[in-house]
């Protein structure tokens, strides 16, 4: 039994990996399950023993890809010391996020390119978990301003926007050989850092309502 339910489970994410490379390609609209069972070097019917629709199946792309950042960056700050600066919580994000969609890509760009043409249910239930992980960011920026870090004018919640925004961004281009990611990590780091840390009157820290 134990056999069968590992073979299970290998033949489950060997069907995901296909289909967050053809959401990735095609988007949602142009994604067939005939595709994604081509993809996945499998009889079409094979892939109906996991998933019953393409609808169940890009909601658990977009699930994995939002889940394996927030699980990285909460290990991440989790494992951080209680005496961790905001600075150094927000360097320790900013890697683990990185490193996170780096490793998904493909789960990350089919975010990108299908969630605008998901059905609004679907796109609700990820938009909760997106909320939720940007929650994370929010307080992360709002503990370092109350601590004194940052002395901006900067609102918070558009800098974290702009943070999630640049580093979603990275994925687009990251070549792995070239630069690392823990350099790209620092580098970025040091941009947001830096511009939220100078002179400026005191960081406005409510909710803008955007995402």
Do not use: C
Request: no cysteine; hydrophobic share 40%; aromatic share 6%.
């Amino acid at each position: 039994m134990t056999k069968k339910l590992a073979k299970s489970a290998v033949s489950q994410r060997r069907v995901l990996d296909a289909a967050a490379k053809i959401f990735r390609d095609y988007g949602y609209a142009g994604t067939t399950m005939r595709a994604i069972a081509d993809e996945a070097d499998l009889k079409a019917g094979s892939i109906y023993y996991h998933n019953k629709s393409k609808d169940e199946l890009i909601g658990a792309v977009l699930e994995i890809g939002i889940r394996a950042v927030t699980d990285n960056v909460d290990r991440a700050l989790t494992a951080l010391p209680d005496t961790a600066t905001g600075r150094d919580r927000i360097e320790t994000a900013i890697r683990a996020h990185l490193s996170a969609i780096i490793e998904v890509g493909d789960y990350t760009l089919a975010t990108r390119r299908a969630l605008g043409q998901v059905p609004e249910p679907i796109r609700a239930r990820n938009r909760q978990m997106r909320d939720a992980y940007g929650a994370i960011w929010q307080k992360i920026l709002a503990d370092a301003h109350e601590r004194g870090e940052f002395n901006t004018t900067a609102n918070l919640s558009l800098a974290r926007i702009f943070i999630l925004g640049g580093l979603n961004w990275t994925v687009e281009w990251f070549k792995p050989g070239g630069r690392s990611i823990d350099d790209v990590a620092r580098e970025f780091a040091s941009v947001v850092l830096d511009g939220l840390s100078g002179k400026g009157g005191a960081a406005t820290v409510e909710s803008v309502g955007v995402r």
